[in-house]
């Protein structure tokens, strides 16, 4: 199990929330449990309205959740986007923001859960269907978030922020996992 707490850029401050952090768990039959829990003034927040699972597209433009997983001994890649709508979307890279064709077999399982003053996002994904890692040698794990409020402003969560500007594509906002599958 991997937890992370997720910090904000220093160019999008954010006093709207108080904390977010982000849990990675394998799972039997080789799936993995993504789980995101942001803290904070929800009644400030633009919370996506609920929507029939489905893929989508440039979710991250608004409040959305994400993964980027990688082989360490590689240039290859993936990125998964989870909404609060329960919108999905997962890209394979070849290289830095390269994409290369692949197409997810099985959906994720999004759960959404809301209080007056927490959201919790949860995604369970079937690693079988990434063929670019392997089980054997550890990863490079990106955990990240955006965060919009209702005036439109988007703050930026990760792990670690390696640039100037927001860049969950890369590396060094990642951090090493062994897995245990």
Not at 119 to 139: G, I, M, R, S
Request: proline content about 6%; hydrophobic content about 40%.
């Amino acid at each position: 199990m991997l937890h992370q707490t997720l910090i904000n850029h220093p160019a999008t401050p954010s006093d709207v929330v108080s904390l977010l952090t982000a849990t990675l768990t394998e799972l039997p039959e080789n799936r993995l449990l993504l789980s995101y829990q942001l803290t904070g003034d929800l009644s400030q927040l633009l919370i996506p309205e609920l929507q029939t699972p489905s893929a989508g597209d440039n979710l991250w433009q608004h409040s959305c959740f994400e993964l980027f997983i990688a082989q360490a001994d590689t240039e290859n890649y993936y990125e998964f986007n989870f909404s609060p709508s329960t919108l999905w979307a997962a890209y394979a890279f070849n290289s830095y923001r390269v994409r290369q064709e692949w197409h997810i077999k099985n959906a994720p399982n999004i759960r959404i859960s809301q209080t007056l003053n927490q959201l919790q996002v949860e995604a369970t994904l079937n690693l079988t269907d990434l063929p670019l890692l392997n089980f054997n040698k550890n990863w490079l794990i990106g955990l990240s978030a955006v965060i919009e409020t209702k005036h439109n402003d988007l703050s930026y969560w990760a792990i670690k922020h390696p640039e100037a500007q927001p860049n969950f594509h890369h590396r060094d906002g990642y951090i090493l996992y062994t897995p245990l599958t």
